[in-house]
């Protein structure tokens, strides 16, 4: 049984990781990469330096699983998404933009993958380094990196940190609200 209590809090024990398999894809591996030394859930703001800032190491949120995953492809999302909001409206960003958290909001980032990367079926064709968003029964955003090893469930894992960085059986767990595959191209 899962508990809620605000934000993205621990709900179950993750499911153990097997030794990474054959996929490549770099935001997987960059996904992959988070699970040592995992991060313990911190959303707080705090600034960092522009671009290619980051929250220290051992904290960070489920948005910030993402940035890292994605920097580590090669794709800046902290840039990315400050200079596209100075073109185009995002739901988190009001008149003035704030580079030190704009990119760390899941809200944002599913505008900006619509944009900028590939939206899917929310059921079918998942593939390691893809990315998931959910609304979680408190109502609350959330994403994750598809991992490329099956849970018990049969369906694939997410990494994700909904309390520290974990790869869980959780694809279908909540309500799924987005499957995108990011476009690393940064010339857009």
């Known amino acids: 049984m899962m508990m809620w209590t605000v ?11 097997p030794m990474a398999g054959a996929s490549t894809d770099p935001v997987y591996l960059g996904a992959v990469a988070q699970l040592e030394d995992a991060a313990v859930y911190d959303a707080s703001y705090q600034p960092i330096r522009y671009p290619g800032g980051d929250v220290p190491k051992d904290r960070g ?11 580590h492809a090669g794709l800046d999302l902290q840039k990315a998404i400050h200079e596209d909001a100075a073109r185009h409206r ?9 580079r030190n958290i704009d990119h760390r909001r899941v ?17 079918r064709d998942w593939r390691a380094g893809d990315i998931v968003a959910w609304v979680l029964p408190n109502g609350r955003d959330h994403i994750g990196i598809v991992s490329e090893h ?7 894992a997410v990494i994700h940190n909904i309390g520290r960085v974990s790869e869980d059986d959780v694809l279908y767990a909540w309500q799924v609200v987005g499957h995108y595959r990011a476009s690393l191209r940064t010339d857009r």
Do not use: E, F, M
């Not at 934000?7 to 990781?17: E, K, S, V």
């Not at 949120?61 to 920097?71: E, G, I, N, Q, T």
């Not at 099956?150 to 694939?156: A, E, Y």
């Open 7 to 17: 934000g993205c809090q621990p709900a179950a024990a993750p499911t153990p990781r």
């Open 150 to 156: 099956k849970g018990r469930s049969g369906n694939l």
């Open 90 to 98: 995002y739901p988190r960003i009001g008149t003035r933009r704030d």
């Open 107 to 123: 809200a944002n980032q599913v505008v900006y993958l619509k944009r900028h990367g590939k939206a899917l079926a929310n059921d």
């Open 61 to 71: 949120a489920c948005a910030d699983v993402v940035v890292r995953a994605l920097r």
